[in-house]
């Protein structure tokens, strides 16, 4: 099922049924005679447990095919997981070993993560991809540091 976006207003979004009679948007209902782009072959639906922050975390993980070690910042993160970009072009399912720094000069945590989705977001030049990760193992102790970062940040913003 497709997701679209709409060419004049690209805040709306709506999902492109088999039968036009069940399409829906995020606004409101749209008329039919809106140009639309094909954004997405697939829905993503939101299956996540914890809220996510937006807050830029350093992660470190091995290039499968090089094992030099890559650096990005998440783009958010959530006690269950994070997303990313890279220049590293990651495969679903891949699991990989991951340092986070979190600001102000914690020590490092460490946790297995496993790929959930990768897309691509450059349209011109070198690749680069949005990596979105499920942490698979964190140690407690890491894991409690994280969540006390997160919720210290969410109340903040509150």
């Known amino acids: 099922m497709p997701l679209l976006i709409s060419q004049a207003n690209p805040d709306e979004v709506k999902f492109q049924a088999p039968n036009p009679k069940y399409q829906t948007s995020t606004k409101h209902q749209i008329p039919s005679t809106e140009p639309w782009l094909f954004a997405r072959d697939e829905l993503m639906q ?15 993980f091995p290039n499968p095919e090089t094992m030099k070690t890559e650096r990005s910042f998440t783009q958010d993160v959530s006690e269950s997981g994070m997303r990313f970009p890279t220049a590293v072009k990651l ?8 340092a986070l720094q979190l600001p102000f000069g914690d020590p490092s945590m460490h946790a297995t993560g496993e790929v959930l ?24 102790p890491d894991r409690q540091r994280l969540t006390r970062h997160l919720t210290e940040l969410f109340r903040h913003r509150l």
């Open 46 to 60: 939101e299956r996540r447990r914890h809220i996510r922050i937006s807050t830029p975390v350093i992660v470190e």
């Open 91 to 98: 495969q679903v399912g891949q699991e990989l070993p991951l």
């Open 117 to 140: 989705w990768i897309r691509q977001i450059s349209r011109l030049g070198a690749p680069q991809y949005d990596v979105g990760v499920r942490f698979r193992w964190i140690e407690d």
